[in-house]
């Protein structure tokens, strides 16, 4: 009794329906011992409310993914290339020049903005929108609620508030677009060269051929040619017979599967080590040969000294 703040009518009417808890004192007195106290309390975590949060959460990081995209790669880009193959053949030599060259030039940022300034501008004002959604007191008071994931239920006021059923349309919006939100637009077009323009190229693989022919022929320098690559000797295989058969069944057991694995492995593996037994047999020679030329040096610095101290003592005697 001391915990009830207002007695109403549902107060009165609960007690008479429960008279258990009615009793009375000594003096005939009648006291409830217990009474119905009704209290309301509001809450905001709500399923539509967190569906609300949850879908401007999403929206956010919807917009603000493509604007980063769209801001960055928007702006004309032109790529030039030039290709040029020649083939000069006479009876002394065969000449081949082939040159390509490409160079691409991007729009600023300056000029890119001025172009597509409208488009900024709109996008700019629906991330403004969005953003103050955001940042209001609803978002505030239902940061931390429990998250709220697809499918959706469709509740009652989901389904017949106008304004609960638009934001279930959005969410639908969201979770079924996938494009990347804008296109690239990509035009070929083939320069016709004038004569001027060809008679420089010609000059140029000229010039280029004259430099490269003095090079290997007349230039005086001392050119440390690198050492050869011996490649194996390449033995043309002719296909002798071609014999077609047709499978019925595609299926092939899998002892026949893993027997050609093993030939493959083994294969492999016998080639490896034949490899390595070339390669140690081919250091075994060098480092043979290179004690050789050390214990020569060694010999020859050996009868290098006992000529120089015979020469010595020759030349002591003359003197005394």
């Known amino acids: 009794m001391a915990l009830a703040k207002k007695i109403t009518a549902d107060s009165v009417r609960h007690l008479s329906m429960n008279t258990q808890f009615i009793a009375s004192d000594e003096d005939g007195d009648i006291q409830p011992t217990r009474v119905l106290n009704v209290s309301t309390e509001e809450s905001y975590d709500l399923y539509e409310n967190r569906f609300v949060y949850h879908l401007i ?188 058969e047709i499978v019925d069944d595609y299926n092939i057991p899998d002892v026949e599967i893993r027997k050609v694995f093993v030939e493959e492995v083994t294969q492999a593996q016998l080639e490896a080590e034949a490899k390595l037994e070339e390669e140690t047999a081919l250091r075994q020679k060098v480092e043979e040969e290179r004690d050789d030329a050390l214990r020569q040096l060694e010999n020859e610095r050996w009868q290098m000294q006992m000529q120089l101290f015979e020469i010595q003592q020759t030349a002591q005697e003359q003197i005394d």
């Not at 290339?81 to 160079?103: F, H, N, P, R």
């Not at 638009?166 to 077009?189: H, M, N, P």
């Open 57 to 244: 959460q999403r929206l956010v990081t919807f917009i603000d993914k493509r604007t980063d995209v769209i801001f960055w790669s928007t702006g004309d880009e032109t790529r030039n290339t030039l290709k040029m193959e020649s083939k000069v053949d006479d009876a002394y030599e065969e000449i081949e020049y082939k040159i390509e060259m490409k160079i691409k030039n991007r729009q600023s940022y300056m000029e890119n903005d001025s172009d597509n300034m409208q488009v900024f501008m709109r996008i700019d004002r629906v991330r403004r929108l969005v953003m103050a959604l955001r940042n209001s007191s609803f978002c505030s008071m239902m940061a931390g609620c429990s998250m709220v994931r697809s499918p959706i239920q469709r509740t009652n006021l989901m389904m017949k508030d106008p304004n609960y059923r638009t934001c279930y349309k959005l969410w639908q919006f969201l979770e079924s677009y996938d494009e990347v939100g804008y296109s690239i637009e990509e035009r070929d077009a083939v320069l016709e060269f004038d004569e001027e323009y060809l008679i420089q190229m010609y000059t140029n693989l000229i010039t280029n051929y004259t430099v490269f022919k003095s090079l290997l022929e007349g230039d005086m320098r001392d050119l440390t040619e690198l050492a050869a690559e011996q490649r194996e000797v390449v033995k043309p295989k002719f296909i002798k017979q071609i014999q077609e």
